[in-house]
């Protein structure tokens, strides 16, 4: 079946350093792609998105990339900050044939102050 | 975007009892979907609620286990029946889905 691998697992970096997470899906007709940042104790929230017709797209501090011959994408976050420090995961969806959306497994970021 | 209320925020219950939990959203919409998040774990789909039919559940999970009621487009109730330990998890509503999701604020549920 469809799956998204979502990679670290872990991921700890100094404040100021930059951190990538990637992502990568099977579900080809995937094309949708957000990025969501979970708090301890808190709910997820999206942070930022990219759709199938775009190859990146930034927001001040965080960026995401797509590479959709090769079905991956990153979510880049730099100048990292002890607040970036979160459990991030990725998803993507699609909307033909049945709406569906498969989450990654989720990457907990550590930054050290 | 959309404000959702869920509650209870959190719950201890016995086994073999039942649990309703309940999410109220500040403007009408379409689908509406709930998910389980155990400890350290992802978002698994239980299963899409529309109002005027039957929610579609995601393999694994059963109606008679987990029954949904969408009485209007601005609210739901997830019923996770005869309660186990291994029902202990974070039980989340959710709203959107084509331009992302907004999350409730979920319910922490431990079985004893």
């Known amino acids: 079946g469809e799956n998204v691998e979502q990679h670290p697992s872990t991921l700890s970096v100094q404040e100021g350093d930059s951190a990538v997470i990637k992502c990568t899906y099977s579900?080809?007709?995937?094309?949708?792609f957000p990025w969501y940042k979970q708090e301890l104790g808190k709910r997820p929230q999206l942070i930022i998105d990219?759709?199938?017709?775009?190859g990146e797209k930034k927001d001040q501090r965080i960026a995401v990339t797509l590479n959709k011959t090769a079905k991956h994408f990153s979510l880049h976050i730099t100048e990292t900050q002890p607040e970036d420090s979160a459990v991030y995961f990725c998803?993507?969806?699609?909307?033909?044939?049945?709406?569906?959306?498969?989450f990654g497994a989720g990457t907990r970021l550590f930054v050290k102050a | 975007s959309a404000v959702i209320s869920q509650k209870p925020s959190r719950d201890i219950c016995q086994r073999g009892t039942s649990l309703t939990i309940q999410c109220q959203v500040d403007s009408q919409v379409t689908m509406m979907f709930w998910y389980r998040q155990q400890p350290g774990q992802s978002l698994t789909l239980i299963a899409t609620a529309n109002q005027g039919s039957e929610a579609t559940y995601e393999s694994g999970f059963v109606i008679d286990k987990f029954p949904i009621s969408r009485p209007n487009l601005t609210f739901s109730t997830l019923t996770v029946s005869n309660m186990s330990p291994e029902d202990s998890s974070i039980y989340l509503c959710?709203?959107?889905?084509?331009?992302?999701?907004?999350f409730g604020s979920g319910t922490r549920l431990t079985v004893v």
């Open positions: 998803a993507a969806s699609r909307d033909t044939g049945g709406f569906k959306t498969i």
């Open positions: 959710s709203v959107g889905g084509v331009n992302g999701y907004t």
């Open positions: 990219i759709r199938s017709n775009v």
């Open positions: 579900d080809s007709a995937s094309n949708y």
